[in-house]
């Protein structure tokens, strides 16, 4: 695991934790069958947050963070996410989906479309935003994410850094106000794993709520302001970066960072 | 192993080849045929028996075919001719006799259609082509052509069966209609019941409405064309019209029924299973029966329902059950992560189904609906055994004739090349779509 991911001194500036709650989940349980997957999860999310959430596999990480925009349902406790219950109400569901953005493990951009048609199909389609003005928006976030110029090509087409970065820019194009990523590096190259950590990087100095489940201890110490340990579908242990890695109280967590660092 | 160093001789290239010819064994009909039929004995042994074989095949069947017997009357005038030209052989006289295709081949196309409106068929043809430019061929045609296509269904029916012209004309009111007031509705109210209602007052105009109007409108203005009885249809014309009718309508009928297969409301889901697998459990035959025979006992007595829209309706109702199975293919074939991404971005079900998932889907069952497609419009030779009179039921009216009596490889030739010529340029137009729609790498 890479120690340190940037090399150049991140932008604090913007990167404020203000009072106001943009997730709060409370007393969450899941099941798949008969199978206890989350257990009580209870986790408040302010605006401008950026948490690494890190844990064995199987720990149900990713069915956490699924189950914030409803890819999955819970079947007791609550999430509200921007003020909004996810309930089975399919009006809410697709509200709340069009204000968080979400990144896969395998990037999932639809291959029959062109990059810009990527990026231009939700705005179009969910937000009823006019053609013209979608593809100026999408070919500003794809500059952003330094790939405009492959904007007609098709994904097929791309390394698997450009496919993720260009899966970030698909979502900030419906403008999210919190990020979800599940494991965005990966399936990824140690070069291209860069890149896309430094187009995460930039969207945290903008004050992008961000939550993140990543093997990336190094942009976890250097990023998040809150690393969050889960294990056997419950949150075991959370504690500020610095705290995290060099004084972590659960055995858990020490037998886990002990594995993943090489220490 | 230093002393590997001490002997490597420091080397700098001075001066660049030149590019050259690849060896003449290699290139050209020589170079082709040497790697595709000569590589190694045992294809070329494969090569000389299958060459060999190819000779004899046609040795044996171009003869027959070139026959100089286009002018015959009859199959005696046939034989009289070859027996003067010397081809005869132990059976007989050997060759064609094309005399019947010559006398017989309007006929082959348009049955019993009255032959001063042969242009109307021939017109609905080429406005059919007309029609499909857009769908098929839609990066190199005018997309407001699209509009014609729309309208097709509407013109087709009536330039076949002729009649008053209100009839389509009341047709497409009812659409339009049923779309005002969906539309209203669905702003006004909510998009379900919009639908609802929408379906309902088209479905009341069609049946109760619209007969009154278009009588009364008729006896006004008798604006016409002359009506063809459906009992007139026959041929070739038959069978592309049954044929494009039920390829038309099986395949959005067929993704509907694959939706509903994999829907979780479970009436819906057992609705589709259940109208699949009986469909598909029943021989297409069977169906023809009841929509020739058993549906008039169920009908009120007095309905006049056509035979042909009979046909059509078992026929599509049947490829649609394939269809739906090969969709379901498609869809199955996704993988999971395009739903997420699609549901991720806050598209609804019916966005992410028609811009995200069916195109995929769609794209990977080309070969399977293509097939389908081929399948449906052969099996509309089998209308012949209800008494309708496609090509082969009239080749056995033909074959009835005390002039043509014996005659069997001529017609049957004649109708399978017909038959060849439409289904090899579908499979070769579905494979220029694939072609076309590859994103992966170009
Ligand atoms: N659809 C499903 N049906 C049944 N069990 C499932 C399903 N998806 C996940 N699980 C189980 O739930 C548990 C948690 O899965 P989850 O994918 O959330 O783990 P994770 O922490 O993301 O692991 P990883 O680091 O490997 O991605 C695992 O034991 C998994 O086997
Ligand atoms: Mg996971």
């Known amino acids: 695991m890479s120690e340190l991911t940037t090399d150049r001194e991140i932008d604090r500036s913007k990167m404020q934790i203000s009072d106001e709650v943009a997730i709060e989940i409370s007393k969450m349980n899941k099941w798949y069958g008969t199978f206890h997957v989350l257990r009580d999860i209870d986790l408040t999310v302010y605006r401008g947050e950026r948490i690494v959430i890190a844990g064995p596999s199987g720990s149900g990480k990713s069915t956490l963070i699924r189950c914030i925009n409803r890819l999955e349902e819970h079947q007791a406790g609550s999430i509200v996410v921007d003020g909004t219950e996810l309930s089975s109400d399919l009006k809410n569901i697709d509200k709340i989906r069009s204000e968080v953005g979400m990144c896969f493990q395998h990037f999932n951009l639809f291959p029959h479309l062109t990059i810009l048609e990527n990026c231009t199909l939700a705005p179009i389609w969910v937000r009823k935003v006019p053609k013209k003005e979608a593809e100026a928006t999408a070919m500003h976030f794809l500059e952003k994410v330094k790939i405009p110029d492959q904007a007609h090509k098709y994904p097929g087409m791309l390394s698997g850094g450009q496919q993720q970065r260009v899966a970030i820019a698909r979502s900030l194009c419906m403008k999210p106000r919190i990020m979800l990523f599940d494991e965005p590096t990966s399936a990824l190259d140690p070069e291209m794993i860069k890149e896309v950590l430094d187009t995460m990087i930039e969207l945290a100095e903008e004050g992008m709520t961000m939550l993140c489940v990543t093997h990336e201890m190094g942009f976890a110490r250097q990023v998040a302001n809150r690393v969050i340990f889960m294990d056997q579908g419950q949150i075991v242990e959370q504690n500020e970066p610095e705290e995290f890695f060099n004084n972590p109280q659960s055995p858990r967590t020490k037998l886990f960072l002990s594995q993943i660092l090489g220490h | ?442």
């Open chain 2, 1 to 442: 192993m230093s002393g590997v160093h001490a002997h490597t001789v420091a080397y700098v290239r001075d001066t660049m080849l030149d590019q050259k010819e690849p060896p003449s064994t290699s290139v050209g009909a020589i170079g082709w045929a040497r790697q595709n039929l000569f590589s190694g004995w045992f294809n070329t042994i494969l090569t000389i028996i299958v060459l060999g074989l190819v000779a004899f095949v046609l040795g044996n069947i171009l003869p027959w075919i070139f026959s100089p017997t286009w002018n015959a009357a009859s199959l005696s005038e046939c034989r009289e001719i070859l027996a003067a030209a010397g081809s005869v052989s132990d059976h007989g006289t050997s060759g064609a006799c094309w005399g019947v295709i010559n006398e017989r081949w309007v006929q082959l196309l348009f049955g019993f259609y009255p032959s001063h409106l042969y242009w109307r068929p021939i017109l609905a043809l080429v406005l059919l082509c007309v029609a499909l430019a857009p769908i098929l061929f839609a990066s190199s045609v005018p997309a407001k052509l699209i509009y014609f296509s729309a309208l097709y269904p509407f013109i087709f029916p009536w330039l076949l069966w002729g009649g008053t012209v209100w009839g389509p004309l009341a047709a497409l009111a009812g659409v339009v209609i049923g779309y005002v007031v969906y539309s209203v509705l669905s702003e006004r109210v909510n998009a379900l019941l919009g639908l609802i209602v929408g379906v309902a007052a088209a479905l009341i105009w069609w049946f109760v409405l619209s007969g009154y109007v278009v009588d009364g409108l008729s006896s006004i203005l008798p604006i016409g064309l002359e009506t063809v009885e459906s009992r007139n249809f026959g041929g070739f014309m038959l069978s592309i019209t049954i044929g494009v009718v039920a390829i038309a309508c099986s395949l959005p009928l067929g993704i509907v029924l694959a939706l509903g297969r994999q829907s979780d409301l479970m009436i819906v889901k057992y609705l589709c299973v259940g109208f699949i697998e009986f469909i598909r459990g029943v021989p297409l035959i069977t169906l023809l029966f009841v929509a020739s025979t058993l549906l008039n006992i169920f009908m009120p007595p007095g309905t006049n329902f056509d035979i042909i829209l009979r046909v059509m309706i078992m026929a599509t109702l049947f490829s649609s059950a394939y269809m739906a199975e090969v969709i379901r293919g498609g869809l199955a074939a996704l993988p999971k992560g395009q739903y997420e991404g699609a549901d991720s971005l806050g598209l609804d079900y019916w966005q992410a189904q028609r811009l995200v998932i069916m195109p995929q889907a769609l794209k990977i069952s080309i070969p399977g609906i293509v097939s389908t497609f081929i399948g449906m419009f052969k099996d509309t030779t089998l209308v012949s055994i209800i008494g309708l009179l496609d090509p082969l039921g009239l080749s056995n009216a033909i074959r009835a004739d005390a002039n043509w009596n014996g005659i069997v490889w001529e017609l049957y030739g004649f109708i399978a090349l017909l038959f060849f010529v439409i289904c090899f340029a579908m499979s070769r137009y579905s494979m220029y779509l694939e072609r076309r729609l590859r994103t992966d790498r170009r």
